[in-house]
């Protein structure tokens, strides 16, 4: 059997049994490099990180038009309150 399947079916049965600690445990050894250093377009600051991504989905998520954004809000304000 790959490797791959092996850790698939082992997080899998994990998470059918609903045993977190075995999940958890399982995703460690088999999943988890040693090395707790991250390499985010040339960045290993967590901060700077952090910040790369907040960028990232803000822009993904950005309405592409203003008007039709804030119409859906005030629709979404409005069910809210009713």
């Known amino acids: 059997m790959e490797p791959s399947v ?7 049965d994990a998470l059918l049994c609903k045993n977190n600690t ?5 995703w ?3 999943l988890e490099m040693s090395s707790r ?3 985010v377009e040339q960045s290993t600051s ?5 910040a790369k991504f907040a960028s990232h ?3 993904a ?3 592409n038009d203003v008007d ?6 005030k629709q979404y304000a409005t069910m809210r309150s009713g």
């Open 6 to 12: 092996s850790y698939s079916n082992d997080l899998h």
């Open 22 to 26: 075995l999940f958890w445990k399982c």
């Open 28 to 30: 460690r050894s088999k």
């Open 37 to 39: 250093f991250f390499d």
């Open 46 to 50: 967590s901060d700077l990180i952090a």
């Open 57 to 59: 989905f803000y822009d």
């Open 61 to 63: 998520y950005s309405a």
């Open 68 to 73: 039709t954004a804030e119409s859906l809000r």
